[in-house]
């Protein structure tokens, strides 16, 4: 059994359980709120070790977990790269991402795929990514002094982009997956099923009313129109929302409907099988979605 974590600034969420390429098993599940003094965008190492310590005491992690991060020091960048060794890829990510490290430190460099080959062309698809070593060290120094083995790290947004694959693997034409967590919504385009891009925006109203359902509906309608001047295909008619609350669902549903707009949670998908949720209550994907991302496997 393997264990994922998902951190942002505000919780730490963890599921385990059996990954494998075409399917996810989960026995486990948990959410913690983090403390209130963790600083804004630095983890604290020490809090985080007295969590994880505990929470491998009551058995709830295994020695070994993967770790997917939401920091908004991260830099990522789809790119297409020809057929390359994964070293020469990372370098190749460097290369184009380096230009930002004056701003932001030393960097560490990585990539995950998004398409193995594009049709036609001796290239691939990549997601290149960036995390400064300010921020990756007291992760790395919090599972240590927890006595844990950090696995893997790999960023929010390519955890999401794996939970994609799993969840709503036969989704055809284009569709938004979305959250909004206080002041800020979070929205990834994709279509046929690949990844496009992301907008992140700034929500002023307060959550729980409707001008806050009124923003999101507005934010989706500014994506709706970008994708019809794209000229794409299909026009956007869906969008699938996690981490919100039953009320804020209903909102948002009521105002995206009068665009021509179905909204609805993200579905657990035909490949995610649950044995329990939290608290004993069935699983919902759409709770812990960044953590089952990073326990998927797709390679």
């Known amino acids: ?54 929470l491998y005491r009551q058995k709830r992690i295994g020695k070994s977990c993967k770790l997917s991060v939401d920091c908004g020091q991260i830099l990522a960048k789809v790119m297409e790269v020809p057929f390359l060794k994964p070293k020469e890829i990372r370098v190749a990510v460097r290369r184009e991402l380096e230009d930002l490290e004056s701003g932001n430190g030393e960097l560490v460099f990585d990539y995950a795929v998004l398409e193995g080959r594009l049709p036609g062309l001796n290239r691939g698809r990549i997601l290149g990514s960036a995390m400064p070593v300010a921020s990756l060290a007291p992760l790395l120094q919090a599972f240590a002094a927890a006595g844990l083995r950090l696995k893997s790290c790999e960023t929010e947004l390519n955890s999401l982009i794996k939970a994609v694959r799993l969840v709503l693997p036969d989704r055809r034409g284009p569709f938004v997956l979305a959250t909004a967590n206080g002041a800020l919504m979070t ?19 307060p959550p729980g009313t409707d001008e806050y359902a009124a923003e999101i509906t ?35 549903r009521n105002m995206t409907a009068i665009l021509g707009i179905d909204l609805a949670e993200v579905p657990n998908g035909p490949h995610l099988l649950c044995h329990k949720g939290e608290d004993g209550g069935p699983f919902q994907a759409k709770d812990h979605l960044c953590a089952v991302g990073c326990l998927y496997e797709t390679k």
């Open 1 to 54: 059994m393997e264990t994922a974590l998902y951190l942002s600034k505000e919780k730490l969420q963890l599921v385990r359980g059996v990954a494998g390429r075409n399917r996810l098993t989960v026995e486990d599940c948990l959410s913690l709120p983090l403390p209130s003094k963790a600083p804004d965008e630095a983890f604290a190492a020490e809090e985080l070790t007295d969590l994880l310590s505990a």
């Open 187 to 205: 929205a990834l385009l994709f279509d046929e099923g690949k990844y496009l891009f992301t907008n992140r925006s700034q929500l002023v109203s």
């Open 218 to 252: 507005g934010k989706i309608s500014a994506i709706k129109q970008f994708h019809k001047g794209e000229k794409s295909a299909a026009d956007l008619e869906h969008v699938f929302v996690y981490g919100l609350a039953a009320e804020e669902v209903k909102r948002c």
